[in-house]
């Protein structure tokens, strides 16, 4: 049984940064390691509780991803299991849940791109009839899936939430031509995952994107199309007007609104019947997705 991981202590390596989920270490001027912890945050906070197997689906998921997406743009993995020497004395916590990855210059915009009207975007669109600046047709149903897929970016906040912004504000932010690119590599990327996931039985609702540059070549980065940076629902149960089961965190958040949290920290522990909920369909979407078991 693999043991679960809330927090990494590499004393001997440089640490880059924690993230949420994210333990991010320098091993060079030009490399990084990337730790997915099981760490999981709702609501913008990390609960004290965490999903055993989490780390490990976020870091598999997204090395399936970047070699079957490869061709469409490069990718910041390097490995994912023989590491340099140094990091041989952290085998037992770095085991299936690491990437050596390059560094790059992180674009600072989330590249959203939805297929369904779900979360923001369906909010958005109930208020205006539009998703970041998009006009979408009218009497759309909550979870619609949309005539085609559109790109919706966000902010990449530092802290507190990301804001869906315009196509022309990234255009203002970063330069027309880089704009197109990301547009453009962003609906390709979901398009072909899309088509992957609905063969086995897994709607991609929506997911986020992060792109940097490396010697001015656009760079894949961060994770690939998990169950955190995507809406992933089972295909045999999707019924438009309504919000949808899926796999991610929706365990979570049920147990969270239902026991009334006011979503501000400290978050309350999770009960282990939500804690199993959340790391079956975790694994769930892992298997489906690969077509094989996560161990």
């Not at 202590?9 to 730790?35: M, W």
């Not at 804001?163 to 255009?171: C, G, M, S, W």
Request: one cysteine or more; charged letters at 25%; proline letters at 7%.
């Amino acid at each position: 049984m693999q043991a679960v991981v809330s927090q990494t202590n590499f004393s001997a390596l440089k640490l880059h940064g924690r993230g949420k989920v994210r333990d991010i270490y320098e091993l060079q001027d030009d490399l990084l390691l990337i730790v997915a912890t099981d760490r999981l945050s709702a609501f913008d906070v990390v609960l004290p509780t965490p999903i055993p197997d989490k780390g490990r689906v976020l870091t598999q998921l997204s090395v399936f991803w970047f070699n079957y997406l490869n061709d469409i743009v490069k990718n910041h993995l390097i490995a994912s299991k023989h590491f340099p020497t140094i990091l041989e004395r952290f085998d037992s916590e770095i085991r299936g849940r690491a990437m050596l990855v390059r560094r790059t210059e992180p674009i600072p915009i989330e590249c959203v791109v939805r297929g369904y009207l779900s979360g923001s975007g369906w909010k958005e669109y109930q208020k205006s009839g539009s998703v970041c600046g998009i006009h979408l047709p009218a009497g759309l149903l909550e979870s619609d899936r949309l005539p085609e897929p559109v790109f919706t970016p966000s902010t990449k906040a530092t802290s507190g939430h990301d804001e869906n912004i315009a196509f022309d504000e990234v255009v203002s932010r970063i330069g027309g031509p880089l704009a197109e690119r990301l547009r453009e590599v962003s609906l390709k990327l979901y398009r072909l995952a899309a088509e992957h996931a609905s063969a086995r039985g897994i709607i991609v609702a929506d997911t986020k994107f992060e792109f940097g540059l490396l010697n001015g070549e656009l760079v894949w980065i961060d994770e690939a199309l998990t169950p955190d940076s995507s809406r992933f629902w089972p295909a045999d149960k999707y019924l438009p007007g309504q919000a949808q089961p899926s796999f991610d965190k929706q365990y979570v958040r049920d147990y969270l609104e239902q026991i009334g949290w006011n979503k501000q920290p400290p978050a309350p522990a999770l009960p282990p019947e939500v804690v199993i909920g959340t790391q079956q369909k975790y694994r769930e979407a892992y298997q489906r997705i690969t077509g094989h078991a996560l161990d």
